[in-house]
């Protein structure tokens, strides 16, 4: 179900790292049911804006507002690369997590379902490969419900299948209610699947709309064309701006 109130909200962001401008006059809003994805040339500022909508560093200039309900916890955050703390299970790691929220052992197995995960729900996290450590971020993500979760490039390191399986708990949180927003380099699943899309290029949001009215507007027939037509100088070329991703 759609909502068009932003329940997290960014106005004129601005970050630098030391002497190096990473984000410029950023605004960005985030509606509850709706999957926003976020692309962009490795090196545009993607990591950096999400990590400040995440609250994990406050930016150099504007705003961040949560606008969503009073909950134990407000806002979900998938990093790029999770890391969990050895010795416990996944079904461990998860219930840890619910207990901190108030919520009960059926919400962590809950989760771990949610994700394709509960076949390995009492392997240990060490034992855990890449893309399962990415799901198990991914739930962990979800626990207590947010109304706000923000997923840093979610279908990396995923077979093909499991990534589309990503997409499509993306798509359930958003129909939920919650304020979905990820990060992505996969193109035709966020066409398939974004309500919005966010292009960052150079520090700044150059494109944004559905995926239809990003296409239209530059009479492109896929989102990857529109993507092309829209990224400044080489698409293939990294852009340093004081970032990776």
């Not at 989760?111 to 729900?121: D, M």
């Not at 996290?125 to 799901?135: D, K, N, P």
């Amino acid at each position: 179900m759609t909502d068009e109130t932003p329940t997290l909200e960014a106005t004129a962001l601005k970050h630098s790292y030391g002497d190096v401008p990473v984000l410029e006059d950023v605004t960005l809003a985030l509606p509850a049911g709706t999957v926003t994805a976020l692309i962009g040339p490795n090196g545009s500022g993607k990591t950096t804006l999400i990590r400040a909508l995440a609250g994990l560093h406050e930016p150099t200039g504007g705003t961040v507002r949560y606008r969503g309900p009073e909950t134990a916890r407000e806002i979900g955050y998938l990093p790029q690369r999770p890391e969990f703390r050895p010795g416990f299970t996944a079904r461990e790691t998860l219930a840890f997590y619910a207990e901190l929220l108030g919520e009960g052992a059926a919400d962590a197995t809950a989760r771990l379902e949610l994700v394709g995960l509960a076949a390995a729900a009492d392997r240990p996290v060490e034992a855990l490969s890449g893309g399962m450590t990415r799901l198990l971020g991914i739930a962990q993500a979800t626990v207590g419900s947010p109304p706000v979760v923000i997923l840093d490039e979610p279908g990396s390191g995923l077979d093909p299948g499991m990534r589309v399986h990503v997409f499509e708990i993306a798509a359930e949180l958003a129909d939920e209610g919650a304020a979905v927003l990820l990060s992505s380099h996969s193109l035709d699943l966020v066409e398939r699947t974004a309500d919005r899309v966010a292009l960052l290029d150079e520090g700044r949001i150059v494109r944004s709309g559905s995926p239809a009215a990003v296409r239209d507007d530059l009479g492109a027939a896929t989102l990857l064309e529109a993507y092309e037509r829209s990224v400044a100088g080489d698409a293939g070329t990294v852009r340093v701006r004081g970032e990776s991703a």
